[in-house]
């Protein structure tokens, strides 16, 4: 029996699928699992002649200085790969792409200042991601995107100083995330992570050490406990207004928005302008003090003049508010009508109706949560004579609001 159980050995040590470098040992698992154990070698890279079968590599605690693109070809099947201890500064974009089985990477302990994030795109099936102890100082924005196995993920023990919002949404099976010893900014940026620490399931690890670096009167306070005060998503309120233009009535109608705001810090005002005729304006800041013609002024204060409103003027002005926790918009579509008797589509029962002057046209907070819902602001110019039978250039300017809830063109 024993002659036949080495032979045996032999064989199965020999078999192409149990190749095994050098430097390793390697060994199938009761579950049939092949592993290649290659820890605590002194080795400065990924030795070559693994089987193509390895399933499980470990590294550890070796010198390995970088990954190429290529280091791990020879192994698509794992789906363990340990990598910790070791001197990685750089890991090639590519170098994890092709392991589509992995479920655990631990790249921990070694000295990353970046990570091909856009290799975890195809990772579908991670379930630990460990990249603490490392140099990383950001997350781009979606880095975890689509890792919907991801339980565990350690990034404590880093240099990051902010996150984007959103960073830990869709990972549906996250239950344990460590960010503790970080630098933490916590800017308004930051906001957003209490609210997700309360409201997620999965457990912040070392809670009680993931604390603020900055700014100064909040350092050593955990970013779970950024005061709310501080930071208040932006609500804006859009109003309207009309009159003649400052030339006089020839010059016809200058419409005027107003779009006020509120939060903390205080929002700033961008206005995206989507006219009927299709031209699309989007504007940063205030335009009213820079040179040039312009045809939409927006000033610092919140409001947005378009003198000599005309009928190619016509569409959708969208106010947003912007600050650090969030953003909100509120719109209006205005039509211009003809001199023929507006009147007649106005909703009876509108007590605003023909009043010109401002009137409250979107409400950011209180009507509108969504902030997608628009009314319908319609600008008329209707001749004296059609009134008062006098002749004359002159026009009667007034304003109609027609509540419609939804923008209907
Ligand atoms: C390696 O895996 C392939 C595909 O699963 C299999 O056909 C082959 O027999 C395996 N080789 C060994 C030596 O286990
Ligand atoms: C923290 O973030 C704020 C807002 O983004 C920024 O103005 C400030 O300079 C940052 N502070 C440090 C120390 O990085
Ligand atoms: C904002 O400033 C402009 C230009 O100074 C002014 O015409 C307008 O009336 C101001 N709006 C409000 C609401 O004060």
Redesign the pocket.
């Known amino acids: 029996m024993a002659p036949l159980l080495g032979v045996l050995a032999l064989v199965t040590l020999l078999?192409?699928?149990?190749a095994c470098p050098a430097p390793c040992s390697c060994s199938t698992k009761k579950n049939g699992r092949?592993l290649a154990e290659c820890a605590y070698r002194d080795l400065r890279e990924v030795p070559r002649g693994l089987?193509?079968?390895v399933t499980i590599l470990t590294l550890s605690a070796n010198r390995l200085g970088r990954l190429g693109r290529a280091a791990l070809a020879e192994a698509p099947e794992l789906q363990s790969l340990w990598l910790g201890y070791n001197h990685i500064s750089a890991v090639e974009p590519g170098a994890f792409a092709h392991l589509l089985h992995l479920k655990n990477l631990d790249l921990s302990h070694n000295r990353l200042a970046d990570f091909p994030w856009q290799d975890l795109r195809g990772l579908a099936g991670l379930q630990i991601l460990k990249l603490s102890n490392n140099r990383l100082s950001w997350l781009p924005r979606g880095a975890l995107a689509g890792l919907r196995e991801l339980r565990s993920l350690w990034l404590n023990d880093n240099a990051l100083t902010t996150l984007a919002r959103g960073t830990f949404e869709a990972l549906p099976a996250l239950s344990q995330l460590q960010l503790f010893h970080n630098p933490f900014n916590c800017s308004c940026k930051l906001f957003w992570l209490k609210e997700w620490a309360q409201s997620t399931s999965a457990a912040l690890s070392g809670a009680g050490s993931t604390l603020c670096a900055a700014p100064p009167r909040l350092r050593g306070r955990a970013v779970t406990d950024i005061p709310g005060a501080l930071c208040v998503a932006p609500s804006a309120q859009l109003t309207y207004l009309s009159g003649p233009a400052q030339g006089g009535p020839e010059d016809g109608l200058t419409l005027s928005l107003h779009c006020s705001v509120a939060g903390s810090p205080p929002p700033e005002i961008h206005w995206r302008v989507r006219t009927a005729g299709g031209r699309r304006v989007d504007i940063h800041g205030p335009t009213a003090a820079k040179a040039g013609r312009r045809r939409f002024l927006a000033f610092k204060n919140g409001t947005m003049a378009i003198p000599g409103f005309g009928k190619e003027d016509e569409g959708t002005y969208t106010c947003l508010a912007v600050n650090e926790v969030g953003e909100r918009e509120v719109s209006v579509s205005v039509a211009l009508a003809g001199s023929e008797g507006p009147a007649e589509e106005l909703p009876r029962d509108d007590p605003q109706a023909g009043q010109p002057g401002g009137h409250g046209c979107a409400k950011g907070d209180e009507l509108d949560p969504s902030g997608m819902g628009e009314k319908l602001v319609i600008v008329y110019h209707m001749p004296r004579e059609a009134r008062s039978g006098a002749g004359g250039r002159e026009f009667r300017l007034g304003i109609l609001p027609l509540a419609l809830g939804l923008l209907l063109w």
């Open positions: 078999s192409p699928g149990l092949l089987s193509p079968n």
